[in-house]
Nanobody
Framework: QVQLVESGGGLVQAGGSLRLSCAAS????????MGWYRQAPGKQRELLAG???????NYADSLKGRFTISRDYAKNTVFLQMNSLRREDTAVYYC???????????????WGQGTQVTVSS
């Protein structure tokens, strides 16, 4: 069983940056594809970025280069660096994982509890 714990959320002013972390345990991290989602109140969950077990990345077109996903194999952790934050980025951000060697994963099997990001104007 894979356990995922997100951290790094909080309150930030528009234009600022945050880095989210997701620590994975109970798993073979090197075999996991990882992803970041978010869900704003009244909206559907949105896939933001994914990183394969081999380190290849993909992003939602809507992010326009503001977010970067990365992983640290030594720390069993995946990160989401978020820059130029906007009020509309306010949401609960979730980390997700799936055992996969696919070049792109669109559905995940394991989920964290989420971390709140609030962007003020």
């Amino acid at each position: 069983q894979v356990q995922l714990v997100e951290s790094g959320g909080g309150l930030v002013q528009a234009g600022g940056s945050l880095r989210l972390s997701c620590a994975a345990s109970g798993s073979n991290f090197r075999l996991l594809a990882m992803g970041w989602y978010r869900q704003a109140p009244g909206k559907q969950r949105e896939l933001l970025a994914g990183i394969t077990s081999g380190g290849n990345t993909n992003y939602a077109d809507s992010l326009k280069g503001r977010f970067t996903i990365s992983r640290d194999y030594a720390k069993n952790t995946v990160f989401l660096q978020m820059n130029s934050l906007r009020r509309e980025d306010t949401a609960v951000y979730y980390c997700a994982a799936k055992y996969s060697v696919s070049s792109r994963v669109l559905e995940y099997d394991y989920w964290g509890q989420g971390t709140q990001v609030t962007v003020s104007s």
